[in-house]
């Protein structure tokens, strides 16, 4: 084998492993602990969302994410690229999405190429606490492996039968869909595709309004 061939084949199994490998990413406890949030949901009771991103030009699936409201609300959001100040993260899984910055995570991803399918589904506490604790065990999840992460959970839980383990958004979502009481509903939005742009927005929108609170409280 000649020295060139050997040098492109290294290149190649580097490439290919830094592909495999997620950075971890993990808040300290306290951190987390402070931005929990509770989701107004009654008591004895708990859903369970898949979030699927779809092209509006072709109807390919882009990315998945799931929501968890038990005890409280996770989202993994498996190899994701949506961050905020506010947002503790602990390998994919964000802590404290509280209403407006779930609005910002559902902005980001809702735009004039995507659009977002939301499919909610009606679990008890226990299904939801197994899901919790699974999400939690499962990252940092590598890139272009986010309905593969999800769904092998999802295949795992009891009530989720229906999705089977897999790599395509699209073809999970339409499994989910078959679960008996899922609600689904559409999110549309033409904003631009810049996403970089609307972050750094996000971000100093946070900012403005921790300086407002610092000077309300002095």
Do not use: K
């Amino acid at each position: 084998m000649s020295l060139l061939v050997r040098l492109a084949t290294a290149l190649t199994l580097c490439v290919g492993l830094t592909a495999c490998v997620a950075d971890s990413v993990y808040a300290p406890d306290d951190v987390v602990q402070r931005a929990a949030y509770l989701p107004p949901v009654q008591p004895g009771a708990a859903t369970v969302t898949l979030l699927t991103m779809i092209s509006n030009s072709n109807g390919s699936g882009g990315h998945s994410a799931l929501v968890i409201d038990g005890a409280q609300r996770l989202v993994f959001d498996p190899a994701g690229s949506w961050h905020h100040p506010s947002v503790p993260e602990r390998n994919d899984v964000l802590y404290g999405m509280q209403p407006q910055l779930f609005g910002y995570y559902m902005d980001y991803h809702a735009r004039e190429s995507y659009h977002v399918v939301v499919q909610e589904v009606d679990v008890t506490p226990d299904v939801a606490a197994q899901l919790a604790t699974a999400v939690q065990q499962a990252g940092p999840v590598p890139r272009a492996q986010c309905s593969r992460s999800i769904s092998t959970i999802l295949a795992q839980t009891p009530g989720f039968e229906a999705v089977s383990q897999g790599w395509f958004p699209a073809r999970m979502m339409a499994q989910f869909e078959n679960i008996p009481g899922v609600r689904t509903t559409r999110v549309y939005d033409d904003d631009s595709d810049d996403n970089l742009e609307l972050l750094q927005a996000q971000a100093r929108a946070a900012y403005s309004q921790q300086i407002s609170a610092e000077l309300a409280a002095d």
